[in-house]
């Protein structure tokens, strides 16, 4: 790995919960690395900390100790807000698509609050769904007419709407059948290996885990396995 690809460090990381006890710890000590242009699973049963990972990451918990560090500089003395919106991008499982809206104005809302200037968002919309599978045709679609896999395809879209340089995907195939998960990792695999982005994906799925570059495992030893 070299390290001007590197773009997020995890440096001797622990989180505990304010009401926790002292010693009580959900995460202890990690120290991950990742890189542009790979595909991460992070793995583990239910309760050792994935979500939470995730959640450190995008720097929605900042309680942390330890260090987590975008492009070499540290999540607490950046601007947090710009850091979400602009830099991340962040895949659901549920999708967390607003449903009173179409597909479209789903991905265009996104770049509206990233106050980024986006020229011909309209345009710029379409060609983001139609470059993760949906026509056109869909595109005026309120979501809940759309499938899971629709739907998710929908938020693949929507999380790429202001290029961010890291995709966080929460099980963002945990509702989905086989032949549709294996479209939706073809996508995530295609924006890490055509557009050099980061991406994270958070799973119980082997099938995710087997198709990834690196698995970061929680268990309660912190095991790490690199393919």
Do not use: W
């Not at 996508?187 to 990834?212: D, M, R, W």
């Amino acid at each position: 790995m070299k390290e001007k690809d590197i773009i997020l460090k995890v440096e001797n990381v622990s989180y505990r919960y304010s009401d926790a006890e002292k010693d009580d710890y959900v995460l202890k000590n990690l120290n991950y690395t990742f890189a542009k242009g790979k595909v991460y699973a992070i793995k583990g049963k239910s309760g050792s900390g994935k979500t939470t990972l995730l959640s450190l990451i995008s720097g929605l918990e900042k309680d942390y100790e330890g260090s987590i560090k975008f492009e070499g500089k540290e999540l607490r003395e950046i601007d947090l807000d710009d850091y979400r919106s602009r830099d991340i991008g962040i895949v659901f499982q549920s999708y967390n698509l607003l449903p009173h809206l179409t597909a479209l104005e789903n991905i265009i809302l996104s770049m509206n609050v990233s106050k980024l200037k986006i020229d011909k968002k309209s345009e710029k919309a379409l060609e983001l769904m139609k470059s993760v599978g949906l026509t056109e045709k869909q595109k005026d679609r309120r979501v809940l007419r759309l499938s899971g896999g629709e739907q998710q395809r929908v938020a693949i879209a929507r999380s790429l709407s202001y290029n961010p340089k890291i995709i966080l995907a929460d099980e963002p195939t945990g509702n989905l059948d086989k032949e549709t998960e294996n479209d939706i990792l073809e996508i995530l695999k295609g924006l890490a290996k055509q557009e050099n982005k980061c991406v994270v994906i958070v799973t119980h799925s082997e099938n995710v885990c087997n198709q990834a570059d690196i698995i970061y495992e929680l268990t309660s030893s912190r095991k790490t396995t690199k393919k």
